[in-house]
Nanobody, 122 residues
């Protein structure tokens, strides 16, 4: 059974930092984090492929860093300089890729974690 287990959410003030972790039961070509704020669509935040190439949504570039642990099925998202607009439920996601490519759109991901709440107050 595929499992993605997230940890590390919480509440911080603007300018603070949090680190999210995700441990997967398998290894995947594509892994990443999506977030969803109330009333908004789920958006891709950061994606990493099996070669370590990362893609970030423009709004988090320079603030968030996505990395894999020594065990390739472990994923970390270091979030610095957090802003209130970063608030949302963050989901770890994984897929085996489509056409050898890792997309930043949620419909291309088959496996999802339960979510970790991130709240940033102003």
């Amino acid at each position: 059974q595929v499992q993605l287990v997230e940890s590390g959410g919480g509440s911080v003030e603007a300018g603070g930092f949090l680190r999210l972790s995700c441990e997967a039961s398998n290894t995947y070509m594509c892994m990443g984090w999506f977030r969803q704020a109330p009333g908004k669509e789920r958006e891709g935040v950061a994606i990493i492929d099996s070669n370590g190439r990362t893609t970030y949504v423009d709004s988090v570039k320079g603030r968030f860093t996505l990395s894999k642990g020594n065990a390739k099925n472990t994923l970390y998202l270091q979030m610095n300089s957090l802003k209130p607009e970063d608030t949302g439920m963050y989901y770890c996601a994984a897929s085996y890729g489509f056409g050898g490519f890792c997309y930043t759109v949620s419909k291309f991901y088959n496996y999802w974690g339960q979510g970790a709440q991130v709240t940033v107050s102003s």
